[in-house]
């Protein structure tokens, strides 16, 4: 570090006398041993850097709106109008950043976390967290979630997707996600949690802990990836509940699994296709034929006996709302993941993942805005059927409504018979006659339609076989008993509405944030005014230097009345400790404990990589060549005078090549060859060299795949 010291002698000292009651100058230096510095370099002193709390705070507001700190100090010094205006430097802004955070971590990172949380809970009646400690009193598990995710799982939680995600905080706890899907098919969220591992006992602790959350309110169906752990979790804790797994990861595993593009085809067929039930085992015994390779006979036996949660024709009828995959769960992992990194700590991951929440439920506040004030266009000549379904249904499912009554018109009915008091059509699809579907009609005060398609039972959203019927019975509406609400603009009722309107206070830091938020847009709007004129300007800068003394004495006072959490009265004596880092699913070490040995991938070699090989100081020379006459000669490669990588030596019947990769030495037509120099040093197997004379028997005094280092003789008899 450059030295700054001077040990100049200059200075200015001032003495109080008592008697007098005054300052007095009791000695002045004025003498300086160096160069002063000159007015445009005085903001480099580091007296005259000051990062102040009206900086931090816009600071911290900009970092917690995803901008970086060297961003946040370009805005401020675009703001002040230059570099030597802001008052300090870019590095001493990090430092104040960096000297907040270790503030806010007086008692450990956990507990600035769970303090967080607790201040969440005073202002929120609904809101719930829970958290469990290890023999060390160090945080393992954590749930949370406020009185708006209960809301939506009241309305929305039917279907329940959960997964866990990596690389969000410094810890490596894994995050998981309780995820569905509103009205508008929007994702919702339902709690988030951070696990200490992925074992069944730590995901059983975490659904009954979401199931006390929920007011004991168990989902109809539950969509996981597939994880063991998770799986037996589910069935201990939700026996009754449908559970499918995620489409995607079955066909990727096939694909994994199978390796042959036919077979791949038709078994994705299987996951996707409705097929009947005697269709599906005609079409798997198919797939057994196919299996050539024992692998794929026992990966396929094993999926088929629990094709009950995966595939189409044993899930039909079971309500999942349309969806199959886990893809919105994986994205709200990437969703929130944009407002995460690896290296952050649990008091700045939590608040994170809470304004990554808020953002969510902008874009269905917005939905709700859209369908309240607007209407969809109509199309179809089904007019009455089709803007009833505008009225009722969201913008999103009433698209999916129109596409139904669109498709109705390619049926065709091919009989009608009557059978315990109602009607039963036949259906077959235009151009499709062996393609057959039955419909029930029943009439009366509550008219009922079922479909053999069961497309409503799964989907909520009635199909087009049932338009079709409608339309030949005549009706002008929707039968109620095929109207889902949760599909519908009013799935959210006046009681929910108003259980919502007691959550919407929050912490304080929140409400700071937006004082400041707002008082800050009005004040732009002043400063832009006052800068067209001297007068303004000079104005508002009398007026905002008496306001400052005056709202910092309101700030003193409010400090010294109000409540210090981080005193050393009440802060408890058993603090939950941060946790330990974790190990998860993706970074447990390789079987036999040990670590693979990194190798050079020029050489071969271990112990150094191809940035620092050897290989890499050869001869320049790309095209070298040497001959080698015939009889008994020898040859040294060395690595001061060899060639350089990917060049040859020929001749007739011998030749020496070199690859980057797989170093070879070629000697067709060769009798034998040794290894050894004429002082019988012994070849290094860690240089990556072997050997091949061309013939089935080799007559060398090694194998074929000897290894020699180099400065090693290379002797050739022929």
Known sequence: KPITRENCSAHFWVGYEKKRDVYVVTNFEPHHNHQLVTPLESPYLRCNRVVRNSDLAQAVGM???????????????????????????????????????????????????????????????EFFCKFSVDEENRLCNLFWRDSTSLLDYIGYGDVLIFDSTYKT??????????????????TVMFGCALLQDETFETYKWLLETFMASMKDKKPISILTDGDEAMRKAIDDVFPMSNHRLCSWHVSRNAQNNLKDDELVRNFQACIWEPFALDEFEKKWEVLRERASTPKQKEWLEMMYAKSDSWAESCLRGKFFGGMCTT???????????????????????????????????????KDGFNAKYSTPVLKTALTKLEQQASLIYTHRCFVLVRQEIESCSALIHDNVMHNFGGRV??????????????????????????????????????????????????????????????????????TCREFISKGEDTTKEVVEMARYGSLSAMSNKVCFYASKSANGYAMLTNEFSRLEGICEGLRQKEEETSLKLGSAEQCPSN????????????????????????????CRGYGHTKRNCSQRNLHPSRNAGVNIPSGTESYQYSSDKGPSPDISYSYPSQTISQCRSNNVVDFSGSDSFSTADPTGSTPNSDDGFSFDNGEPNSLCTGSTQNNCSFGTWFTCKN
Not at 169 to 186: A, E, I, M, Q, T
Request: charged share 25%.
């Open 327 to 365: 893809q919105r769960v994986e994205s709200m992992n990437k969703y929130v993941k944009d407002y995460l990194r690896k290296g952050v700590k649990l008091f700045e991951c939590i608040p994170a993942i809470d304004r990554a929440m808020l953002r969510l439920r902008n874009t269905t506040a």
């Open 169 to 186: 905080n410094v810890y490596d706890k894994p995050l998981v996600l309780f995820v569905g899907s509103n009205n508008y098919r929007s």
């Open 575 to 602: 603090i939950v400790k941060d946790p330990n880092i974790v190990k998860t699913k993706g970074s447990q070490a390789r079987q036999g404990g040990t670590r693979k040995r990194r190798q050079c991938q020029l």
């Open 425 to 494: 059509y036949v259906l077959s699809k235009y151009g499709e006659p062996h393609n057959k579907w039955t419909c029930v009609y029943h009439g009366g005060e509550q008219i009922r339609i079922q479909c053999g398609c069961r497309k409503y039972e799964s989907e909520g959203i009635p199909c087009c076989h049932l338009f079709y019927v409608m339309k030949c019975e005549h009706l002008t509406e929707i039968p109620p008993a095929l109207i889902m609400k949760r599909w519908t603009k009013s799935a959210q009722t006046d």
């Open 63 to 125: 970092r917690r709106a995803l901008f970086r700190t060297c961003q946040t100090y370009e805005y401020m010094v675009d703001q002040c109008g230059g570099y030597l205006n802001v008052g300090f430097q870019i590095k001493d802004l990090y430092n104040k950043l960096d000297a907040s955070r270790r503030e806010i971590l007086l008692d450990g990172d956990t507990e600035a976390a769970l303090s967080y949380l607790k201040a969440k809970g005073a202002m929120d009646p």
